[in-house]
């Protein structure tokens, strides 16, 4: 119930509140790993990024955890920010190894294969981000768009492109993808 109110305090913008119920849930209970993740999002929001890696940790040393994808990308997340690239791509790929349909690990996987230019991968990796349950997430979709375009493989960029638009059409995602679509061939 603490890390609950914690979570809603938060929602509200009573930061201050939301860490003092998330404290007191890890008070309650020493191996409530969501717990830890959510006040390590807490530090990782304010920029103290070593706290927040460390509350990750502390979720991971609970072997008993069901959710350890989460804490695993948060650690990636955090070491992409800080330069870390192929610590944060050990992370995410042990992250997918935990949970294979964690649509946010596949995303960041690809937009690391995409810095690289490792558009094949790319690809792949952006297309399990949008698989099944991960339907819902805009940047997915105009990341796997730009991925096929690279491949010039347009038809696929299309239908990326397209669906965005039609499923997302008040983002900004969908004015980039109607911008982008008028330039395939």
């Known amino acids: 119930a603490h890390n609950h109110l914690g979570l809603a ?38 920029s103290e990024l070593e706290k927040a ?21 948060n650690l990636a997340q955090i070491e992409l920010k800080q330069g870390n690239t192929q610590q944060a791509r050990t ?8 949970n294979p349909d964690y649509c946010i690990s596949h995303f960041l996987l690809g937009s690391i294969y995409m810095r690289e230019n490792n558009t094949n991968r790319a690809a792949e990796a952006f297309k399990k981000s949008v698989a099944t349950a991960c339907t819902a997430n805009p940047d997915g979709h105009l990341y796997l768009g730009l991925s096929y375009m690279k491949l010039k493989q347009f038809d696929k960029a299309r239908s990326s492109f397209t669906f965005l638009i039609e499923q997302f059409p008040e983002t900004l995602q969908a ?6 679509i008028k330039d395939l061939p």
Not at 175 to 180: E, S
Request: aromatic share 10%.
């Open 9 to 46: 305090y938060f929602g509200l913008g009573k930061k201050d509140l939301a860490k003092k119920e998330i404290e007191t849930a890890i008070q309650v209970d020493p191996l409530y790993s969501d717990a830890y993740i959510n006040l390590g999002n807490f530090y990782a929001e304010k």
């Open 91 to 98: 992370l995410l790929h042990q992250s997918i190894q935990a």
């Open 175 to 180: 004015q980039k993808a109607g911008d982008l």
């Open 53 to 73: 890696k460390s509350l990750y940790r502390k979720a991971l040393d609970n072997l008993e955890y069901k959710m350890r994808h989460r804490a695993l990308t």
